[in-house]
């Protein structure tokens, strides 16, 4: 797939883009380095279709969940412990099976070619994000990859969005997957976009956002009917 797009829309807009979810099907080696860590403390293992549901608030919030799902407590100094167990893991071979989503590649050059600034606004540690956007190859199609230590405050504050847009007016959209997205983009006064195959606790059509898709190609359809009013 290969497409033009027009250069008096997109020239000097700002998109933000989540990561898990969203550019990258990261759930498989996510649920690889939870099981690596929960597992050895007693916890049945987590299946990948239910990590999907838990993804989008960082690696403390997977752990919790998953000791919460299987009526664990978990205190504050070990979810500290697995925290860092998790990340070292996970960093080890951070894209091991994790995949793009189709379409990604192509959207990403088209956008670029005319003319917007693409960031990334993700709550996963940015050290990992870093890694895991160089290992899939999109690391330079962004201006900046906001995780959660490069901003005053994370998803869904609005300072994250702003932070990972760079501005505060002008063409700008937050593209995601799941509530923390929408509800970041809501704060800022940023149109969103939720693509409805990623990694959402409830309902993506029931997020609220101003446009629901399904493929990620149709991101600069959703945004330039949005910028231009329609309904």
């Given at each position: 797939m290969s497409f033009k797009l027009s250069r008096e829309i997109f020239t000097d807009a700002a998109i933000a883009f989540d990561l898990d979810g969203t550019l990258v099907d990261?759930?498989?080696?996510?649920?690889?380095?939870?099981?690596?860590?929960?597992?050895?403390?007693?916890?049945d293992p987590v299946q990948t279709s239910d990590v999907r549901a838990m993804v989008g608030r960082g690696a403390r919030a997977l752990i919790e969940r998953s000791y919460s799902r299987q009526g664990r407590a978990l205190d504050e100094a070990d979810a500290v412990t697995q925290v860092a167990e998790f990340i070292e893991v996970y960093k080890a071979d951070v894209a091991r099976?994790?995949?793009l989503f189709p379409q990604v590649v192509e959207t990403l050059e088209a956008l670029r070619s005319a003319g917007a600034s693409l960031s990334v606004c993700t709550n996963k540690p940015s050290e990992l994000s870093d890694l895991l956007?160089?290992?899939?190859?999109?690391?330079?199609?962004?201006?900046?990859?906001?995780?959660?230590?490069?901003?005053?405050?994370k998803k869904p504050a609005a300072d994250h969005v702003f932070t990972a847009l760079g501005r505060r007016d002008g063409?700008?959209?937050?593209?995601?997957?799941?509530?923390?997205?929408?509800?970041?983009?809501?704060?800022?006064?940023?149109?969103?976009?939720?693509?409805?195959?990623?990694?959402?606790?409830?309902?993506?059509?029931?997020?609220?956002a101003d446009r629901l898709i399904h493929e990620f190609g149709n991101v600069p359809s959703a945004l330039a009917e949005i910028w231009r009013g329609g309904a």
């Open positions: 990261t759930a498989p080696d996510l649920v690889r380095a939870l099981n690596a860590v929960i597992l050895p403390r007693g916890l099976d994790s995949r956007l160089d290992a899939v190859g999109i690391t330079g199609f962004f201006d900046r990859v906001i995780g959660p230590e490069r901003t005053t405050a063409r700008l959209g937050m593209v995601g997957d799941s509530a923390p997205d929408v509800d970041a983009a809501r704060a800022a006064g940023v149109p969103s976009v939720v693509l409805s195959y990623g990694y959402s606790e409830q309902p993506a059509s029931s997020l609220g």
